[in-house]
Every structure is written in C-alpha cells, then in structure tokens.
C-alpha cells in the first residue's frame, strides 16, 4: 500500500491564527495547507469524546487510495468516518503512536 503524507497533526491548548471550529467533533483545526509542510494545531473542547491520545500526542497523516486496506488487521482507534464532504479519515495505533488515514472521494 503506498502513503502519501498529508500533514502532522499537533496537540495544543494554545489558540492558533485561522483556526476553523468542527462543532460536532468539538475541536479547532488550523489549515495544514496554510504552510509548506502541512502543519495542523488542533485544540479539543474540554468534552471533546476523541480518544485521549490523539487529544495529547502529535499524530501523521497519510492520504491513501483505500481506507479499508489501510487499517486491515490494524489497531482501530477511531473507525473510518466522515468529518467532512468528500473525505473518510481512521485513526489507528502504530509503535504507540496515533496515525491517521484519509481517503478522498
């Protein structure tokens, strides 16, 4: 399976410049292409339901063709999912760090 990296998510309790709001999933993102190595500040409402570690510990990201591929046989953190039009993301566990996945439709 080929992966093509997407961005570097990081974990902060520091508001950022540009920050959009994802309500439903009660988090502020920057824009990853708001810069030239796809840097994304990501801050969690207190009753944010993500797991813990993808609230604390800096995740990457890799775009790939097929999702279900990706996280076969994988340990599933948070399952594929639609956060926004035209995307599904997962997020596994790997060497006990998060990864996430994102295949454009």
């Not at 093509?4 to 824009?31: C, N, Q, S, V, W």
């Not at 591929?69 to 997962?90: F, H, Q, R, T």
């Amino acid at each position: 399976m080929k992966l093509k990296y997407h961005h570097i998510g990081i974990p902060t309790t520091i508001p950022h410049d540009g920050e959009t709001y994802m309500k439903r999933l009660k988090f502020f993102a920057t824009d990853h292409e708001s810069n030239p190595y796809g840097i994304q500040w990501m801050r969690f409402d207190p009753d944010c339901d993500l797991p813990e570690i993808v609230k604390t510990v800096p995740h990457v990201a890799f775009e790939v063709s097929d999702l279900e591929l990706a996280i076969k046989d994988k340990n599933i953190i948070i399952e594929p999912n639609c956060p926004s039009e035209g995307v599904m993301v997962a997020f596994i566990i790997e060497n006990e760090a998060p990864v996430e996945f994102l295949q454009f439709l």
